[in-house]
T-cell receptor
Framework: AQSVTQPDIHITVSEGASLELRCNYS??????LFWYVQSPGQGLQLLLK??????LVQGIKGFEAEFKRSQSSFNLRKPSVHWSDAAEYFC??????????FGKGTRLHILP | DAGVIQSPRHEVTEMGQEVTLRCKPI?????LFWYRQTMMRGLELLIY????????DSGMPEDRFSAKMPNASFSTLKIQPSEPRDSAVYFC???????????FGSGTQLSVL
């Protein structure tokens, strides 16, 4: 069965600093991979997705993620965070033709 | 498009009462998902439908939970009888296909006293 692990429950970075959120998945083949963001009191919004092709994926709001098959990872990055990026971030995996499973999430805090 | 619409936004009820949560997916989407979010367990998939047919309900915690999708534009999640441990935020999401981009509603905050 597929699973998603986000090892960091909370991450705190200073505004303007770079960010990397970790995600590891377990699945026998290459699944579809997603990052979603959730602002307080809201539903989740898709940041980016990887299905195939270029392993570096660009998303909205200046985010990118890199798929590394050898490490079963799909880490999310942003070169310079803004205060508005404070939110909860979810990695998700969806094997082709199957349901999407979410990780437990990483809450991002931004220091002024 | 108005997006995925869930109602009510908040529900407070007493233990033992029946609770019905409602969802209107985005027009044209053929997959619909019900998720439950809690601090302890994160975001759990309860059930999902393709073309109004339940495909996987393995996440439904107990027989007290049931979900229906009578047509492409409406789904309900019912809890009968409700218990305090059912308190959570329940999200509905829809998509074009079961593992395409999900569009989430704003959720229903359920509190069972």
């Amino acid at each position: 069965a597929q699973s998603v692990t986000q090892p960091d429950i909370h991450i705190t970075v200073s505004e303007g600093a770079s960010l990397e959120l970790r995600c590891n998945y377990s699945y026998g083949a290459t699944p579809y991979l997603f990052w979603y963001v959730q602002s307080p009191g809201q539903g989740l919004q898709l940041l980016l997705k990887y299905f195939s092709g270029d392993t570096l994926v660009q998303g909205i709001k200046g985010f990118e993620a890199e798929f590394k098959r050898s490490q079963s990872s799909f880490n999310l990055r942003k070169p310079s965070v803004h205060w508005s990026d404070a939110a909860e971030y979810f990695c998700a995996v969806g094997p082709p033709g199957d349901k999407i499973i979410f990780g437990k999430g990483t809450r991002l805090h931004i220091l002024p | 498009d108005a997006g995925v619409i869930q109602s009510p936004r908040h529900e407070v009820t007493e233990m033992g009462q029946e609770v019905t949560l409602r969802c209107k997916p985005i027009s044209g989407h053929n997959s619909l998902f019900w998720y439950r979010q809690t601090m302890m367990r994160g975001l759990e998939l309860l059930i999902y439908f393709n073309n109004n047919v339940p495909i996987d309900d393995s996440g439904m915690p107990e027989d007290r939970f049931s979900a229906k999708m009578p047509n492409a534009s409406f789904s309900t999640l019912k809890i009968q009888p409700s218990e305090p441990r059912d308190s959570a935020v329940y999200f509905c999401a829809s998509s074009l296909g079961s593992n395409e981009k999900l569009f989430f509603g704003s959720g229903t905050q359920l509190s069972v006293l």
